[in-house]
């Protein structure tokens, strides 16, 4: 039997991913919704900030012939510091509850 995936399933499992991490928060009852927000908000939009930053720095190695030092690890380390503060602060609220 033939156990690699079709394009066809690939597909369908990249749609779901996108949904899931796009879909607001599914919460269970009692738990603060405003950090599971913030913290996808905040993980989308550093997330794209640091493709899009990542695309000029490229840029600006093909073009310019030389590639500066990673100055866009500034937003993706940044963005993972508020995540997981958020994720922690997620964490703390539930043991409170």
Known sequence: MNSTPTLQ???ERTRSFVG???????????????????RQITAV????????????????????GDLDSPWWLLTAVAT????????????????IR
Do not use: K, M
């Open 9 to 11: 399933t690939i597909g």
């Open 20 to 38: 899931d991490v796009l879909r607001p928060p599914s919460t269970p009852t009692g738990s603060p919704r405003r950090i599971l927000a913030a």
């Open 45 to 64: 939009v550093g997330s794209l900030a640091t493709l899009i930053q990542v695309v000029i720095w490229l840029l600006i190695g093909v073009i310019g």
């Open 80 to 95: 993972t510091a508020v995540v997981g503060g958020l994720t922690v602060a997620d964490g703390l609220a539930a043991d």
